[in-house]
Structure formats: C-alpha cells, structure tokens
C-alpha cells in the first residue's frame, strides 16, 4: 500500500519529458539493425517505431504495413512510460490501469517482468519496486521522477532507458546452479563495464560462463526474463553470435 500511494504522488508531480530521436532501421527493444525471415523488423504506421517482432511479442502479425504498435492502437490517448521520462518508443501495458512501460525498462527491473513471454504483455511487479527507487535522481537525466536502479558496482542511480540510450553496458548472466538456469540482470553507470565502442557496437549483451578462465561475450536480439524456460531460446544458433572471448 505504501508503494502504491507513493507511487501516485510520483504520477503527480511535474516533470521535463526527455525527447529521443527512434530510428526506423533499428529496434527501439534490443538496438539492433539486423532481423530474420523467421523475426522480421516492423515499424509501426502512426508512430514509425521499429520493432523486431520477437521483441515486441507481436509473431502472429502478417501485414506489416498496417501493422500499429500496442501504444498507438488508442491514438487519441498519450501514452508515457510509467518507470521513466523518455518519450516514445516500445511500450507495453501493465496490470495496473492506465499504467504503461518500455520493454527495456521491464527487462531490466529486477521486480518487473511479463504475464505473458509470448505476448510480452502485460508487464508485473510494478507495486513490488522499492518506493525508494522513485526518490532516487537520475544521473543522466538529471530528474527525480522516474524508477531509478543502481549501477552493479557503484552507489550510482539512473533510470533504465536513460542508461540504455546513454550506451551503459547491460548484461544478462546466464548461470547453472542446482539444475536450475538463472539469469542475473546487471547493469552499468559510464564508469563501469563500459566496452570498447571499435568491439562491440550494442549495449546489451550476455555473459555465458565459460569456466574459470574464461567468459564469452554474444549478442542478442531477443530476451526472454525472470528464468523462463523459454531462455533456452537464446542459445539457438541463429540468435546469438560470438563477439570476443576474454581472458580474465
């Protein structure tokens, strides 16, 4: 309940949107430019937002010229992410009316994730956020008024969209422990773990143990979280490709 009123109060108070430039040939969900025959990219027809269609949840869809992103199926309403200020880009419901969400932000809140992996809708957990987390002042934006997350090394605070569009590293650990796959979602401010741009030119990637000695970097245009027996999906061949192996 605490959450919950704190959160409304959030909804409340005045804020600077933060205007981003989305780019057709590249999905506003994962960044890539690439797609497959089996996931193609579509751009919506009201808004002009790219999507991989993995991304968006959205495989059934067979006219890609008709095609309308979840947000803008209600033209008349505005639509703004509830955990952070960026205008635009890849929303999805909640299940707390009239609440809505980037993809990445879900993907990358810890309490957040999706009802429906295949629909990627609607997006949980939203009244499980620390209501310290919407006190917390983004580094980037500069805003208090937004969900923000820690930097994985450092006392750092910012909001997932800001960090993303900022070129902050975000990784998905994919480990075995007791049988189980886990998938550790970490994510990082300017200082740490930023790659070199000439080596790797996305931002999210994931991190495969490969022993003591060794891990392996690869990349990844779809992202299922929260440990869903779908993340095997990841490791198929067609959707990840080795970058560099680093010695540690």
Not at 16 to 24: H, R
Not at 111 to 130: C, Q
Not at 169 to 179: D, P, Q, R
Request: aromatic share 10%.
């Amino acid at each position: 309940m605490k959450c919950f009123i704190i959160y409304f109060i959030f909804l409340a108070e005045s804020y600077v949107p933060v205007s981003a430039k989305w780019m057709t040939e590249r999905c506003a969900v994962c960044r890539w430019v690439e797609d497959w025959d089996y996931n193609k990219m579509i751009i919506c027809n009201r808004c002009q937002i790219a999507v991989h269609q993995e991304c968006y949840g959205v495989n059934n869809v067979q006219d890609f010229t008709s095609w309308v992103c979840r947000a803008c199926e209600t033209p008349d309403v505005r639509r703004q992410c509830c955990l952070c200020l960026v205008e635009g880009g890849a929303l999805k419901p909640t299940d707390i009316e009239p609440l809505w969400v980037h993809v990445t932000c879900a993907w990358f809140c810890p309490e957040v994730g999706f009802l429906n992996h295949e629909k990627m809708e609607p997006a949980t957990g939203i009244l499980r956020i620390p209501p310290t987390s919407f006190l917390k002042s983004c580094v980037i934006c500069k805003q208090t008024h937004g969900s923000c997350t820690q930097c994985s090394r450092c006392p750092t605070y910012f909001q997932v969209m800001c960090a993303a569009r900022a070129g902050h590293s975000m990784e998905l650990h994919c480990l075995e422990k007791s049988g189980s796959q886990i998938t550790k979602k970490l994510i990082y401010c300017a200082d740490h773990r930023r790659f070199d741009s000439q080596e790797v030119d996305y931002n999210y990637v994931m991190v495969i143990n490969k022993g003591q000695k060794s891990i392996e970097y690869v990349s990844v245009n779809l992202v299922y979280m929260d440990g869903d027996p779908l993340l095997e999906e990841i490791f198929r061949k067609e959707k990840c490709s080795s970058r560099s192996v680093k010695n540690l």
